[in-house]
């Protein structure tokens, strides 16, 4: 069963710096999709970041951007120029491209980000 | 378009009542979703449906929990009898198979809570 792993229960970072937040992942398909969720104090989860396994291109959403590493199992998001708004809870997820769990997302155990002024 | 709809948005009941959450999906999408999320266990995948089917129900945690969708704009959640460990926020998901990625677009959830 494919399994996500965000190692940092907490990461904080100063407005206007840099942060780096972890996710690994377990499985054993070559094609597949990942995401990383934000969910700020009213508990909405947002989109925030898509990568597509295949793609070796790291994908970028303006501030945000990620550092795949596919022969690692390893999907981390940088945000650049941290905002007081970035301030939420980070979840990392995987999604096979196929089979029976075709469209099931599993998200890891999330990560508590901390703005400081 | 108006996003996905969960009602109600906060429900407090005692414990032994039934408990039906409501959730629309966003118009057009063939998939839809029932997350729960607390703070031990994170979110969990509860159940999901494609073009109204159920196709995994692997995460309802015991019969007391059913999930249902009589057409493609409605689905219910339903706990009977419920229990105060049930306490959580339900968030209903949705998404379009022919879109890119299959997006999953989550409602504003349900906080629950069981006395």
């Known amino acids: 069963a494919q399994t996500v792993t965000q190692s940092q229960p907490e990461m904080s970072v100063q407005e206007a710096e840099t942060v780096t937040l972890s996710c690994t992942y377990d499985?054993?398909?070559?094609?597949?999709?990942l995401f990383w969720y934000k969910q700020p104090p009213s508990r909405q989860m947002i989109l925030v970041i898509r990568?597509?396994?295949?793609?070796?291109q790291n994908a970028t959403e303006n501030r945000f951007s990620v550092n795949f590493q596919k022969a690692a199992k390893s999907f981390s998001l940088k945000i650049s120029d941290s905002q007081l708004g970035d301030a939420a809870m980070y979840f990392c997820?995987?999604?096979?491209?196929?089979?029976?769990?075709?469209?099931?997302?599993?998200f890891g155990q999330g990560t508590i980000l901390t703005v400081h002024p | 378009d108006a996003g996905v709809i969960q009602s109600p948005r906060h429900e407090v009941t005692e414990m032994g009542q039934e408990v039906t959450l409501r959730c629309k999906p966003i118009?057009?999408?063939?998939?839809l979703f029932w997350y729960r999320q607390t703070m031990m266990r994170g979110l969990e995948l509860l159940i999901y449906?494609?073009?109204?089917?159920?196709?995994?129900d692997s995460g309802m945690p015991e019969d007391r929990f059913s999930a249902k969708m009589p057409n493609a704009s409605f689905s219910t959640l339903k706990i009977q009898p419920s229990e105060p460990r049930d306490s959580a926020v339900y968030f209903c998901?949705?998404?379009?198979?022919?879109?890119?990625?299959?997006?999953?677009?989550f409602g504003p959830g349900t906080r629950l809570t069981v006395l």
């Open positions: 998901a949705s998404s379009f198979v022919q879109v890119a990625y299959n997006e999953q677009f």
């Open positions: 499985t054993s398909e070559s094609d597949y999709y």
């Open positions: 990568q597509e396994a295949y793609k070796q």
């Open positions: 997820a995987y999604r096979p491209t196929r089979g029976t769990s075709y469209g099931k997302l599993t």
């Open positions: 118009s057009g999408h063939d998939y």
């Open positions: 449906f494609n073009n109204n089917v159920p196709i995994d």
